[in-house]
């Protein structure tokens, strides 16, 4: 039997709220996700010469630290969000083509929720830190997609962008 999906942070008037896990049991709960980065080439070309370095400081380095700020604060960003005792966070970035950078964001937690806001969040705000790091370079910087690569713990497991079932 195949069960509909049904938006969790509506109450039965139809009215947003925050998820009640209360019930749950904690568990290790992870995700990862990815945040695309492309360039103009001649500013991909600039980026690798400097070794990542703009006016503005080491972009990457300047993105982490950003992204993993933003992680631990996403339920202030996000009204539904629990807050979290983040027990990892780790920012990673790398060209994957001429003119490509993956940024990629794992988080994890032992909790009654999971961490897929905070690992879509910190991805995307290492993202627009790269941008606002290049922008003298070129305001032809474009973000995206953004996306959700895996999720493991609760109720459903993403893998490489698709749910599976339990």
Do not use: N, W
């Amino acid at each position: 039997m195949t069960r509909s999906p049904k938006i969790t942070h509506l109450d039965a008037s139809g009215h947003p709220r925050m998820v009640d896990v209360g019930g749950k049991r904690a568990s290790r709960r992870s995700a990862l996700a990815e945040a695309r980065v492309h360039f103009p080439p001649a500013v991909a070309d600039a980026l690798r010469t400097s070794g990542l370095r703009a006016a503005k400081g080491p972009v990457l380095d300047t993105a982490i630290i950003a992204g993993t700020l933003a992680v631990k604060r996403t339920h202030e960003l996000i009204p539904f969000c629990h807050p979290l005792a983040i027990e990892r966070c780790v920012i990673s970035a790398e060209f994957v083509g001429a003119a490509e950078l993956a940024i990629r964001c794992e988080v994890a937690v032992t909790h009654k929720t999971g961490v897929e806001m905070e690992a879509l969040t910190g991805a995307m705000v290492a993202a627009l830190t790269v941008y606002d790091m290049c922008k003298a370079l070129s305001h032809a910087i474009v973000i995206g997609p953004v996306r959700l690569l895996d999720k493991a713990g609760g109720k459903r497991r993403i893998s490489a962008g698709r749910e599976l079932r339990r």
